[in-house]
């Protein structure tokens, strides 16, 4: 224990290392931004280097004191590690004779519609990449949902299935995050109101379920009124159980050319993982229907 004149003593002899400790990092400190700077000045004769390219962006901050725009090179780089999608390899001519765009019926087109998940956005953009795939593989024309309130976009707290006053200030479209005008380069596309107003008599749409009716609602909600009387249409509609990617894999055009032991080699662990107790599934088996 230190009385009052020992405890001033020792406050006395531990200040000069208190100030040797504040120098030596000092030093450290400015020691590698130095080398960050370095490192940055370099970054053209290392072209692949992460490290190069942060010391760049971080030293110009640091040592120079001001703000700089990132290089296009820059911005490639980045732009490259979070893109997990690549450019198409056919164009939209060479597409459609892959994927032949579907014939339809006496009584007209046949169309893949969906839901917005209830989720949030990254689930929201998982459940559209699948109807994508669903309507390129399928030739179908693609229904784009009408405008809702998405979760932890348009409304919130951390609660689902509650609604809230926010769910009434804004709502979401697919065309607010996706290129609709390039997808229908290579899918046809239409909207919703664009469907009620082509199909309404051949489907028997209600005419309480106008445009500005069905485009006002939130994922808040368990099921909006026009989604619950669209699944109620059993003969038109049919839910694709099939692409359920939890409970399958659909393999295209067959079993046999996509998911056979030879392919699924190519995977890690023989497509172990990629199966994961899944069942393996061919075919839509929805020709009979209008609309999936």
């Not at 079993?255 to 995977?267: F, T, V």
């Not at 929805?286 to 609309?291: A, I, N, R």
Request: charged residues 25%.
């Amino acid at each position: 224990r230190l009385t009052p004149p020992h405890l001033h003593k020792a406050v006395w002899m531990a200040a000069p290392w208190r100030c040797c400790f504040a120098l030596t990092c000092t030093v450290a400190t400015a020691m590698m931004v130095i080398v960050m700077d370095l490192i940055g000045r370099c970054s053209d004769i290392l072209p692949r280097s992460n490290l190069a390219t942060f010391c760049q962006s971080v030293s110009g901050d640091w040592w120079r004191g001001r703000y700089s725009m990132a290089s296009a090179t820059q911005l490639d780089r980045v732009r490259a590690r979070l893109e997990y999608w690549r450019p198409p390899r056919l164009s939209p001519e060479q597409l459609k004779k892959v994927f032949p765009r579907d014939s339809g019926t006496e009584e007209g087109p046949r169309y893949v519609t969906m839901e917005v998940d209830f989720g949030g956005f990254n689930n929201i953009r998982q459940g559209f990449e699948v109807v994508l795939a669903a309507a390129l593989l399928t030739g179908r024309t693609l229904v784009l949902p009408p405008s809702r309130g998405w979760y932890l976009i348009n409304w919130g707290p951390q609660t689902r299935n509650k609604h809230t006053e926010d769910t009434k200030k804004s709502t979401s479209l697919m065309s607010h995050f996706f290129d609709i005008a390039q997808l229908r380069k290579f899918i046809p596309v239409i909207t919703t109101d664009e469907f009620l107003e082509r199909e309404r008599v051949r489907f028997s749409i209600p005419a309480k379920f106008t445009a500005a009716a069905v485009g006002t609602g939130s994922t808040a909600q368990k099921w909006h009124p026009f989604d619950m009387w669209w699944r109620e249409q059993s003969k038109h509609v049919k839910i694709m159980d099939r692409w359920n990617p939890l409970r399958y894999v659909v393999c295209w055009p067959s079993i046999a050319e996509a998911c056979s032991k030879e392919k699924l080699s190519r995977l890690p662990e023989g497509g172990k993982a990629f199966i994961d107790r899944r069942q393996m599934s061919e075919g839509m088996g929805t020709e009979q229907y209008s609309v999936l």
